[in-house]
């Protein structure tokens, strides 16, 4: 699918500025990058939460859209009930906690839960359904090691069964490296690297990019 081209002003300050871009079906694509630098900004363009400078959806209105923010809202209800606002197919809603290992939560009010169980219940809310495209701001950042990997396993299998292309925001260097294909690098808001993750990651065109990458995550060394 083509991303249209894009740019996010306030006032005289331009957050965002990147040219256009194209997800295959099944393709997992890291946004990675300081803070700062436009990542979950560019998340919100595409999943038409921020209108762009230039109004209008930046992907065709055919394909179907599933966002998980950076900071996902509990509702005043249980846990079961937060997942089913996604849908009411109960067993999909269990089969999800079951392998978040939220069952033992299931009645207990979203509003209680730790930042890493309402990362869980937000993941599996936006995986209820199926779509398109999935975009996930951050999705693990909240949780432990040992939930991180099962959210990933979890998010893998959705796109294998779906054929939907990831749109993944993390700054977690290892995380982009494990789940995906390619890899998005921006900084000062606009896009310096695009292209395998293994490329951008560990061979990047860019000093700020290396520079970047091997400070923060000990890759792209000389």
């Given at each position: ?11 005289k300050r331009t957050v ?122 951050e999705p693990t950042a ?20 779906n054929g939907c292309a ?57």
């Open positions: 699918m083509k991303i249209a081209a894009c740019s996010k002003t306030y006032g965002l500025r990147c040219g256009e871009l194209t997800l295959e079906p099944g393709e997992v694509c890291a946004v990675v990058g300081p803070n700062g630098s436009g990542k979950s900004t560019y998340a919100k363009l595409i999943a038409g939460v921020l209108e762009p400078d230039r109004a209008g959806r930046l992907v065709e209105e055919a394909v179907t859209i599933r966002y998980m923010p950076q900071k996902s809202y509990p509702f005043r209800m249980s846990v079961e009930k937060n997942i089913l606002l996604s849908g009411d197919d109960r067993e999909r809603a269990r089969e999800l906690m079951e392998k978040l290992r939220l069952t033992a939560l299931v009645r207990q009010r979203a509003g209680s839960l730790s930042g890493g169980e309402a990362a869980k219940m937000a993941l599996a809310r936006v995986l209820m359904q199926r779509c398109d495209l999935l975009i996930l701001d909240a949780m432990d090691m040992e939930s991180a990997i099962a959210a990933e396993q979890l998010i893998q299998n959705y796109r294998q069964e990831v749109l993944l925001v993390t700054h977690d260097l290892s995380q982009a490296r494990r789940m995906a294909g390619n890899a998005l690098f921006f900084y000062g808001g606009e896009l310096c690297e695009a292209g395998s993750a293994e490329t951008v990651l560990f061979h990047p065109e860019r000093e700020e990019t290396r520079q970047f990458l091997e400070y923060y995550g000990g890759f792209a060394k000389r």
